[in-house]
């Protein structure tokens, strides 16, 4: 999520949750979770996610 590694959800392509992850020294050191409620609705909107090929 906004060049570091998540995990998206989206049912029906109607993204729901995100949880973005902060990488410091080779260890997860924040988790941030996005969820689909009022106080969220405007960072979900502003989340750039991006599928890689598989």
Same mark, same amino acid.
Request: charged content about 30%; proline content about 6%.
């Given at each position: 999520?906004?060049?570091?590694?998540? =995990? @998206?959800?989206?049912?029906?392509?109607? =993204?729901? =949750? @995100?949880?973005?992850?902060? +990488?410091? %020294? %080779?260890? &997860? $050191?924040?988790?941030? +979770? +996005?969820? %689909? $409620?009022? $106080? %969220?609705?405007?960072?979900?909107?502003? @989340?750039? &996610?991006? &599928?890689?090929? @598989?």
């Amino acid at each position: 999520m906004n060049g570091s590694p998540g =995990l @998206v959800t989206a049912p029906g392509g109607r =993204l729901f =949750l @995100v949880l973005a992850s902060t +990488i410091r %020294d %080779d260890k &997860v $050191a924040e988790i941030d +979770i +996005i969820a %689909d $409620a009022d $106080a %969220d609705a405007d960072r979900l909107g502003r @989340v750039e &996610v991006a &599928v890689p090929d @598989v």
